[in-house]
């Protein structure tokens, strides 16, 4: 239909030219020509067609239209608003019947153009002043008793005043002077960004709503609070800061054309005029409000427990890895079974290792350097025995040194610094606030950060999370600004003694302020500006420097390393070699008890074979 329509003007246009039919009078219009081209110029900059609505068709009227129809370079529809067509041009008598006009159009984009042009004088009283008709969009008034223009800043009450020149006509670019009218702002308390508190019953536009006081030092602190004062100053506007209404802070999707709750609504309800309380740049919000730039990237951290200290059983087998003590034993095998062979080729070699328990218990005993039994020292073996005591040598020092070294310093767990770790230490999570979106908080690039949805914990009470954080396997969620970690929930300072950072970062997000569109373009410069200049830095380090408590500081800093100072032995690390010792004396006296039990069903008592073999002690001694 619309299209239709288009089609069927456009040709009327083009025929109008050639044939002289309806539309062209015989007057002569009231502007010049070139003041015409001026004011179309200055009046539709970035608009690229035009409704155009006549309210009479008296001789003047059809004059000016002339003039438009050769002046205006692009296409233009009579009498049929397209919303494609930003620009709007109402020509008429009188001006209650061109206000009348306007009513019927809804006027709602920020980018629309109007030009006005009234074949008569106005009265300054004129309904045509009237604000409330043309929403947000950009006016300009032509008529015989003057031009006027209608102030770009968008807020109520907006006025006209009056231009003496066709110049004065041009939109600006960007207005960068709010002339101290009040903007309706809204934000949260949310540290460090702000620290608003206490608010008062208010009456705005007709409507209760939460002002905050702002009459506490510390309501005027925070990283978004500092930067809006600075927007306040340069942009020139004076505000009022309330709470978002019902019970949410930002509000939820509900689906591709309804949010609910929260201070988006309230952007959309145009109650405010602007948000900020740490605004995530997200598509889901993008879609409902005008964000601006982004003044900051946050990565998303967890705080994870600390590693504890260990001592195991197996320390003693600390100082050599696995390969050493495989190769140590198959040395000890092979120079053994070499031992037998020889000593049953060779008929000068000690006959005593043609038993192969005896080659490796001997061979043993010169590892450890035990003395040397007088029997083998006969030439043949003496320097292969030389050779395996020098080894046995090195490798004892070397176990020596590494064992004292290891022993006094203290063990610690592993780390847990990635999200794979994370998942293995099986920790919980959790937050104040409902399940958050996943895809927003965490990198769905990472598979374990799916695993993390069926570990979150919704935290009702304070007295329950200090009790999962007593239990030793929860994760505190939070931020990292300027290297600095802020939880994203309230953690007391004792709390998170027994916590470090963890490396990997789960996620990371821009923050910006939610505006409305006609701010959008201001409050990015001053954002853009802010950001080049290093002052948003400066306050975030700023502020964070003040606020932090010190155990916030301290979860960057590792705990876990040998510190200098010299441990007691316990049993623990020495637990494998008092287990070694009780084995070896078990299996001692089992063979005691098995040889004195063979001998004994040979003798007469266990007291006859006692005193036997203390007798051929004496003997032997004598
Ligand atoms: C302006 O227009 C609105 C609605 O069109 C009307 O309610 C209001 O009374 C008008 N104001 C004046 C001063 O005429
Ligand atoms: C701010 O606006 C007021 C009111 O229009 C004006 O008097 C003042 O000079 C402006 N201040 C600046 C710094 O532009
Ligand atoms: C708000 O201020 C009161 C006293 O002025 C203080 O007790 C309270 O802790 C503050 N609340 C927050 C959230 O800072
Ligand atoms: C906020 O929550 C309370 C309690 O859950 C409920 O009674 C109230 O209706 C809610 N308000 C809004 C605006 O949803
Ligand atoms: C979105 O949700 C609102 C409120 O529940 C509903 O009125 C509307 O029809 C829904 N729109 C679509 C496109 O589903
Ligand atoms: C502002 O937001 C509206 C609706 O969310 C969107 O259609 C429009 O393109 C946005 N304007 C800018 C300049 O991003």
């Given at each position: 239909m619309e299209m239709s329509i288009f089609v069927f003007v456009t040709f009327v246009s083009?025929?109008?030219?050639?044939?002289?039919?309806?539309?062209?009078?015989?007057?002569?219009?009231?502007?010049?020509?070139?003041?015409?081209?001026?004011?179309?110029?200055?009046?539709?900059?970035?608009?690229?067609?035009?409704?155009?609505?006549?309210?009479?068709?008296?001789?003047?009227?059809?004059?000016?239209?002339?003039?438009?129809?050769?002046?205006?370079?692009?296409?233009?529809?009579?009498?049929?608003?397209?919303?494609?067509?930003?620009?709007?041009?109402?020509?008429?008598?009188?001006?209650?019947d061109v206000v009348e006009s306007i009513k019927k159009v809804p006027l709602l984009q920020p980018n629309m153009e109007i030009l006005i042009v009234v074949n008569n004088d106005i009265s300054s009283d004129s309904c045509l002043f009237n604000d409330s008709a043309y929403g947000i969009a950009n006016v300009n008034i032509v008529s015989m008793s003057g031009m006027w223009k209608l102030s770009e800043n968008y807020l109520r009450p907006r006025v006209f005043t009056k231009i003496d020149s066709y110049e004065g006509m041009q939109i600006k670019d960007v207005t960068m002077n709010f002339q101290n009218k009040e903007l309706q702002v809204c934000s949260i308390f949310s540290p460090p960004m702000t620290y608003l508190n206490r608010t008062i019953q208010k009456t705005i536009n007709g409507v209760e709503a939460d002002v905050y006081t702002m009459d506490n030092e510390l309501d005027w602190d925070g990283v978004e609070m500092k930067l809006f004062l600075i927007m306040a100053e340069k942009l020139n506007f004076t505000w009022t800061i309330r709470k978002p209404e019902g019970n949410y802070t930002y509000g939820q999707r509900i689906n591709d054309t309804y949010w609910m709750g929260g201070l988006i609504q309230m952007m959309r309800e145009q109650k405010i005029d602007m948000a900020f309380a740490s605004i995530w740049l997200t598509s889901d919000q993008y879609r409902f409000v005008n964000l601006s730039e982004s003044w900051y990237q946050i990565f998303i951290h967890f705080l994870v427990p600390r590693p504890h200290r260990t001592t195991s059983f197996w320390a003693l087998t600390k100082p050599f890895s696995e390969e050493i003590w495989y190769l140590l034993l198959s040395a000890l095998l092979l120079h053994s079974l070499y031992t037998y062979i020889r000593a049953w080729i060779d008929s000068k070699f000690p006959r005593q290792y043609r038993n192969f328990l005896i080659a490796l218990t001997d061979l043993i005993g010169y590892l450890l350097s035990s003395s040397v039994p007088k029997s083998t020292r006969k030439k043949t073996n003496k320097l292969q025995i030389l050779l395996w005591q020098t080894a046995g040598w090195l490798i004892i020092t070397a176990y020596s040194s590494s064992l004292a070294a290891r022993l006094a310093s203290s063990e610690y767990e592993n780390r847990i610094d990635t999200l794979e770790q994370f998942s293995e230490a099986n920790l919980q999570w959790g937050l104040t606030k409902e399940l958050p979106p996943f895809d927003d908080y965490f990198d769905m690039t990472n598979p374990y950060s799916m695993k993390l949805r069926s570990r979150f914990n919704h935290i009702k009470k304070y007295a329950q999370l200090k009790r999962l954080i007593e239990q030793g396997n929860y994760a505190i969620l939070g931020k990292v600004m300027d290297d600095s970690f802020v939880p994203m929930d309230y953690i007391s300072n004792e709390d998170l003694k027994n916590y470090r950072l963890m490396r990997q970062p789960v996620g990371q997000f821009y923050t910006a302020f939610a505006v409305q569109p006609w701010l959008l373009k201001p409050i990015n410069k001053i954002i853009l500006r802010l950001r080049e200049t290093g002052i948003i830095s400066r306050h975030l380090r700023d502020v964070i420097r003040r606020r932090d408590s010190y155990n916030l500081r301290e979860v960057t800093v590792e705990h876990d390393r040998y510190d200098g100072s010299i441990q007691v032995l316990r049993l623990m690390p020495l637990g494998a070699g008092f287990f070694l010792l009780f084995i070896g004396s078990l299996i001692a006296s089992l063979t005691l008890f098995f040889e004195l039990r063979r001998a004994a069903s040979r003798a007469t008592s266990i007291h006859d074979l006692l005193r036997d073999i203390s007798k051929e002690r004496d003997f032997s001694h004598s």
């Open positions: 083009l025929t109008a030219a050639d044939k002289n039919d309806i539309f062209v009078s015989e007057g002569k219009s009231w502007i010049a020509d070139e003041s015409f081209t001026e004011i179309i110029k200055s009046s539709f900059a970035s608009s690229r067609c035009c409704n155009v609505f006549l309210t009479d068709w008296t001789e003047g009227s059809s004059a000016v239209f002339d003039q438009f129809k050769n002046v205006y370079p692009y296409d233009y529809l009579l009498d049929a608003s397209v919303h494609k067509c930003q620009g709007f041009f109402f020509l008429g008598s009188s001006d209650d």
